[in-house]
Nanobody, 123 residues
Framework: VQLQASGGGLVQAGDSLRLSCAASGRTFSSYDMGWFRQAPGKEREFVAAISWSGGRTYYADSVKGRFTISRDNAKNTVYLQMNSLRPEDTAVYYC?????????????????WGQGTLVTVSS
């Protein structure tokens, strides 16, 4: 599956932003999806994951209660709604896909990646 992330931008602390990740192919609903982020000089870190059906979600503690992952299998798209953004959320955000199984938070568990979209949160 090929992925294309979009929706990043420059916002102020406290603002909201919604990222999208569009997938190509007919088997999108066979994949669990995840969002990761990578800040300058840091390793890629897990943000959120969602099961193939959307019935299960999993969040990093740092974003729990502020971010919401969702998907629309009819549109082959996964979303990340980000509210109450903080300067420490600044990073390039990547979407990843893996064959449906137990939700994973390790980037090496994901098979396909989008190109990333930059989110910058100013204080």
């Amino acid at each position: 599956v090929q992925l294309q992330a979009s929706g990043g931008g420059l916002v102020q602390a406290g603002d909201s932003l919604r990222l999208s990740c569009a997938a190509s192919g007919r088997t999108f609903s066979s994949y669990d999806m995840g969002w990761f982020r990578q800040a300058p000089g840091k390793e890629r870190e897990f943000v959120a994951a969602i099961s193939w059906s959307g019935g299960r979600t999993y969040y990093a503690d740092s974003v729990k209660g502020r971010f919401t992952i969702s998907r629309d299998n009819a549109k082959n798209t996964v979303y990340l709604q980000m509210n109450s953004l903080r300067p420490e959320d600044t990073a390039v955000y990547y979407c990843g896909a893996r064959r449906a199984d137990t939700l994973k938070s390790l980037s090496r568990e994901y098979d396909s990646w989008g190109q990333g979209t930059l989110v910058t949160v100013s204080s």
